[in-house]
């Protein structure tokens, strides 16, 4: 059974840097075509994606935040961490992360965490 | 405004059927699969078709994908009031980016 879940704070003030880890069970980032994906989702707004880490770490970010982010990966622990700079009240969201089998050939992301909710307020 | 353009917003009665349109471009669509989510307010997508006209495991044969060109289309047949949730499609750009339509909000009448 796949299973992925985001933590991470649930409120940060302007400027500051978000830090949010997916934790996942039931599959190993080591194999191979196998990738994480963060997504994020305003209230009431679209989905966006964010950024992309894969099997062979090759890491993809979103052209209009790629100065702000970035994605890792640790197979020990079988986490994907991702972190946001200068945040900024329009970044206020639910950052989903995702799992695909097809690397970064097909944006099929057929298992996805429940979402966290991240309010950026002084 | 998402780089992928579809409809606000679809209906139809019970029972009907409904397409959902995804407009791209020769960089996305042109050369890339294209996918499929449904996402009920304040629950996470969940895939609905893939490879441009694939189903996942468990999901309904009243569900398909076509793709041509830089258009996709997303059909629901037998229409069920269940079936109210919003619509994304979603590509690869290019080789180095993701993108997602900007949603349809799917009513059944």
């Known amino acids: 059974q796949v299973t992925l879940r985001e933590s991470g704070p649930v409120l940060v003030k302007p400027t500051q840097t978000l830090t949010l880890t997916c934790t996942f069970s039931?599959?190993?980032?080591?194999?191979?075509?196998?990738?994480v994906t963060w997504v994020r989702q305003p209230p009431g707004k679209a989905l966006e994606w964010l950024a992309l880490i894969d099997w062979d770490d090759d890491k993809y970010y979103s052209t209009s935040l790629q100065t702000r982010l970035t994605i890792s990966k640790d197979t020990s622990t079988n986490e994907v961490v991702l972190t946001m700079t200068n945040m900024d009240p329009v970044d206020t969201a639910t950052y989903y992360c995702?799992?695909?089998?097809?690397?970064?050939?097909?944006?099929?992301?057929?298992?996805w965490g429940q979402g966290t909710l991240v309010t950026v307020s002084s | 405004q998402s780089v992928l353009t579809q409809p606000p917003s679809v209906s139809a009665a019970p029972g009907q059927q409904v397409t959902i349109t995804c407009s791209g471009s020769g960089s996305n669509i042109g050369k890339n699969y294209v996918s499929w989510y449904r996402q009920v307010p304040g629950t996470a997508p969940k895939l609905l078709i893939y490879d441009n006209d694939k189903r996942p495991s468990g999901i309904p044969e009243r569900f398909s994908g076509s793709k041509s060109g830089t258009s996709a289309t997303l059909g629901v047949t037998g229409l069920q009031t269940g079936d109210e949730a919003d619509y994304y499609c979603a590509s690869w750009d290019g080789s180095t980016t993701v993108v997602f339509g900007g949603g349809t909000k799917l009513t059944v009448l």
């Open positions: 039931g599959f190993s980032l080591s194999t191979t075509e196998m990738s």
């Open positions: 995702a799992r695909s089998t097809s690397g970064a050939v097909a944006a099929d992301f057929d298992s």
